[in-house]
Every structure is written in structure tokens, then in C-alpha cells.
């Protein structure tokens, strides 16, 4: 049942919300303090075991049909009485480690990032919960995916009483935003047939493969674009959003027929993270101690 439940948490992607959270508060307040470790570890584990696990629960059924599933893009348990007791462990370990450091968290600023937390939270559940199912309305979908991973830093910058709209935040943000968005999408591109067999709706089933394809491209060229607003040294990030696109750019043709190739390009997405967050993270340190 803990490894089941580690499993679902998707441990490869956990620096992906923890990392906004922490460089975005830090670079904030300057100081390590009970919030940036209380912070740091709750986007680290609970939430991606909220937002993971969720999903591997209400897409159980689509997900058993989806060859891709099974081991870092999604655990699959093929026994249907074992999968049920794992779901509720899942829903239950959720509830257990969400919470509590949540309620704490919601204490500790003021009214606006309260707001923003829950909103944060509500995405992450009404992305795969039935009756929202936000992963299945087309391009809203790309939206929540990408905010589940900028949520974190919104919410940071928001609790350290950083104005969103300054002019040397509101680019990293946005730019992020448009990374999520483009990178959900390319995600969904494998999954055109498998999804319109199991009846499940996404931008890539609307707009197909190939045009999804090209519009992630756009989208990682965008991102890059906005970064270019920064000033010396964080245009530097630029170059970043510009590897995926490269990367993406590689199933430009892709077609319906095919779109399980781009299962290729999305392994190189997650290996891709890597060396970006490294870079992203001299960056960091280049800016706090002033090098550049």
C-alpha cells in the first residue's frame, strides 16, 4: 500500500512544485524561515499525492486501456479489488497529509494568499474530479494542468506580499504559465486515440495531434519571448523554454495515426526538466548574490 501510494505521488515530478514554491518565497523574503520549510515540503509530497493520486483514482478505468501507464507516467494496478483498496488508501493518505499543513499555511499570511492556496488546491482536485473534470474540457484543460505547477510560486510571491504585476515578476510567471500550458498539451498528444476510444475529451482530441503539436511549439517560443522582458541577468532563461521547443519541434508532422511517437518527445520532456531546473537554479544563485 506505501509504495502504491509513493508510486502514485509520481516522485520524479515532485521537484516540479516544490521548486517554484521555495525559489519563489526565498528569493522573496530572503530568509529561511517555518514557512519556507512548511511550504517547501508540503508542495513537495501531500500536494503531488493530492494531484497524482486524484487523478490515478477517477482515471482508473481510461487509464487501464492506456498502454503508456505504469511506472513514472502513472501506476496501474490490473486487479480491480487491489486497485479499489489502493484508491482509498490514496484518498485517504491525500487527506491526511494535505490538510493539516494546509490549515497551517492558511494562517500564516493574509486574506489574498489564502485565496490564493484554495484556489490552488481547488484546481488540482477539479482537474480529474467527476463533475469538474477540467482535464477534459479542451484548452481549459492545458490552463489548470499548467497552474497546478505555477500555483506554487503565485502563491509564494502572493504570501511574501510581491506585487504579481511587477515588472521584474510578472514575466516569469507568465512565461511560465505558457511553458504548463504548451507542455500539457504536447502531453495529451500521445493520447488522441487512446482517449477518443475511452471518450475523453482534451485539447489534443479537438484540434488533433499535429495542430496540438504546433501550437506547444508557439507556446514554448512565447514563453521565451516574455522572458526576454527581464532584465540582466534572468533573460538569460530565455534560451530555456527554446530546448522544448526544439524538442517538440522534432514531432512537427506528426499525425492521429502516429501520435503514440510523441510518447518519445515526452520522455525527453521529463529528462528535460532536469537540466533546465539546474540552470534555472544558477540563475538564482547569480541573482541573489549579485554576480552579474
Known amino acids: 500500500m506505501i509504495a502504491a501510494i509513493v508510486r502514485a505521488s509520481r516522485p520524479i515530478s515532485w521537484i516540479n512544485t516544490a521548486f517554484p514554491f521555495a525559489a519563489g518565497y526565498l528569493m522573496a523574503v530572503r530568509e529561511v524561515d517555518a514557512v519556507l520549510i512548511v511550504g517547501t515540503l508540503f508542495f513537495l509530497i501531500p500536494y503531488n499525492l ?18 503508456r501507464k505504469g ?5 496501474v494496478i490490473r486487479d480491480r479489488a487491489a486497485a479499489a483498496r489502493v484508491h482509498r488508501g490514496i484518498l485517504w493518505a491525500s487527506a491526511i497529509t494535505v490538510v493539516p499543513p494546509a490549515i497551517w499555511l492558511l ?11 484554495v484556489l490552488v488546491l481547488f484546481g488540482v482536485v477539479a482537474y ?16 489548470t494542468s499548467a497552474l497546478h505547477f505555477v500555483g506554487p510560486l503565485l502563491y509564494a510571491l502572493v504570501l511574501a506580499g510581491v506585487s504579481l504585476a511587477d515588472p521584474v515578476v510578472w514575466p516569469i510567471w507568465v512565461a511560465f504559465v505558457l511553458w504548463g500550458m504548451a507542455s500539457h498539451a504536447f502531453g ?3 493520447d488522441v486515440r487512446a482517449d477518443r476510444e475511452g471518450g475523453i475529451g482534451s ?8 495542430a496540438t503539436t504546433r501550437l506547444a511549439v508557439a507556446l514554448y517560443a512565447g514563453a521565451s519571448a516574455v522572458l526576454l522582458a527581464l532584465p ?23 499525425t492521429d495515426q502516429t501520435c503514440e511517437e510523441a510518447n518519445r518527445g515526452w520522455r525527453t520532456f521529463l529528462w528535460l526538466n532536469q537540466p533546465a ?3 534555472i537554479t544558477v540563475l538564482l544563485i547569480v541573482e541573489w548574490n549579485g554576480w552579474l
Open 128 to 143: 480529474s474530479a467527476p463533475g469538474l473534470r477540467f482535464k477534459e474540457r479542451p484548452f481549459l484543460d492545458s490552463l
Open 188 to 190: 495529451a498528444v500521445q
Open 232 to 254: 540582466w541577468p534572468g533573460l538569460l532563461a530565455a534560451a530555456l523554454p527554446l530546448a522544448y521547443a526544439v524538442s517538440v519541434a522534432r514531432f512537427w508532422n506528426v
Open 277 to 279: 531546473g539546474f540552470l
Open 107 to 117: 494562517l500564516q499570511g493574509g486574506v489574498a494568499a489564502a485565496i490564493t492556496l
Open 50 to 67: 493530492l494531484m497524482y493520486g486524484v487523478n490515478d483514482v477517477f482515471d482508473y478505468e481510461s487509464d487501464l486501456a492506456n498502454p
Open 71 to 75: 511506472g513514472v507516467e502513472g501506476d
Open 203 to 210: 485539447v489534443a482530441t479537438v484540434i488533433g495531434a499535429r
